[in-house]
């Protein structure tokens, strides 16, 4: 990444993210780090929900015609990441949660409000605030977002609307996923009740949604709304991607990262983590973000455990193809997996061992579930002609800005 492409941040303390190619556009990360991003595909939206978008937003959510850049290997979430090699040997994923009966946003929130921290986080000079949730009261198990989380000298967490601040420990992060874990002393837990993950791969669009947290200093906040999309793309605080994202329109702000996002059983469908907003405004605009219980649920053991999770990666950039379905390449990495494999510039990558691609983020979903070292067949078409390219997939950079730059 140049100077010129480096981040822009606000004053004080609300700190936004531009792309300055599309200086109209930007993404509000709601308590942030400084992180480099890169820009993601577009997710294929329903007709009705582009013709009735006036304004373009941050490439979160849409680009246009804009060429859309990811280093593929980053967004891989779900199911997938357990695949991955780690240095902690087998990991288990946490249980999901089992179905239960639907209740009132008043007995949702007296029944969890008292397992939803406060974070504040001091990192250097500055001090920002987050929001996080307890899954494990015996061992004081917190999980936040790690964006809240990095860089942290010291931090604090206040549980429900108590006054009483009780130190807290990084125990890891993870910024593919941006998810941290937190542990506090087991004893200052008292005998709140942990809250349930869901199967977040049973959401669905229309679903109910609520969001609990501590948005723009306000004592922990409630706001309802649905669940807008399933399998979103957004930008990890890495600059890779993150897929199966859930979008909602209900309200979150800066403060609000790392907090829970539950469904109608009061179970934690995702953790807050972004809003996209137009150019010139801030605030929630109905269009959120939450990353997956699922992947809260395979990477939160791993970090536990100090695991390292090495995800796959191709090294390309890509966009999508107007011409025929697929992700056409823009920009390979000299020397990364896909180079040495003889993907070239303007290739139109429509298969991934098998598996159809007819967006960029197909690319990312279909190698989530293989292996660094593994090899893949990468199927393109290049000036009219179909090839099959075998490539042996790496390990994911810890930035896509490495990857661009190199060591």
Request: charged share 20%.
């Amino acid at each position: 990444m140049t100077d010129d492409e480096s981040p822009r941040r606000g004053s004080g303390s609300e700190r936004l993210w531009t792309d300055p190619r599309e200086d109209e556009e930007h993404t509000q990360w709601l308590a942030p780090k400084t992180a480099v991003m890169q820009d993601v595909p577009r997710p294929r939206e329903p007709e009705r929900e582009q013709a009735a978008a006036p304004q373009r937003l941050w490439p979160l959510v849409a680009l246009g015609t804009l060429i859309a850049v990811v280093l593929f290997g980053a967004g891989i979430l779900g199911a997938s990441l357990l695949r991955g090699d780690d240095s902690s040997g087998g990991v288990a994923a946490l249980p999901a949660a089992p179905d239960a009966r639907p209740r009132t946003v008043r007995q949702i929130y007296a029944s969890v409000k008292g397992s939803i921290v406060r974070v504040e986080v001091q990192a250097g000079p500055s001090t920002t605030t987050g929001t996080g949730f307890l899954i494990d009261a015996d061992k004081g198990t917190v999980v936040t977002a790690a964006h809240v989380a990095s860089g942290a000298s010291r931090v604090q967490v206040r549980f429900g609307n108590s006054q009483a601040d009780i130190g807290a420990e990084v125990l890891g992060t993870d910024e593919s996923s941006d998810l941290a874990v937190l542990r506090v002393d087991p004893s200052k837990a008292g005998n709140r009740k942990p809250l349930p993950l869901a199967n977040s791969d049973a959401v669905r669009v229309g679903d109910l949604a609520l969001a609990i947290g501590y948005p723009l200093g306000l004592d922990e906040t409630v706001t309802q709304g649905i669940v807008s999309g399933v399998g979103r793309a957004i930008r990890a605080p890495n600059g890779f991607s993150t897929d199966k994202v859930i979008q909602t329109d209900a309200s979150i702000n800066e403060g609000n990262s790392g907090g829970p996002l539950l469904d109608g059983a009061g179970r934690v469908i995702g953790v807050n983590t972004q809003i996209a907003t137009p150019s010139g405004q801030g605030g929630n605009v109905g269009i959120g973000f939450a990353v997956p219980s699922n992947t809260v649920r395979q990477v939160v053991p791993r970090l536990l455990s100090g695991g390292t999770i090495k995800r796959p990666y191709l090294g390309i950039a890509s966009g999508e193809s107007i011409v025929v379905p697929g992700a056409v390449v823009t920009r390979v990495i000299p020397g990364d997996p896909a180079d040495q494999g003889g993907v070239i510039v303007g290739d139109i990558v429509n298969s991934v061992d098998g598996k159809q691609v007819r967006v960029p983020q197909d690319i990312s979903s279909a190698i989530g579930s293989r292996r660094p070292g593994d090899v893949v067949a990468i199927g393109v078409q290049r000036a009219g002609a179909q090839r099959t390219l075998r490539v042996t997939l790496g390990t994911q950079p810890a930035s896509a800005s490495s990857a661009l730059t190199g060591p």
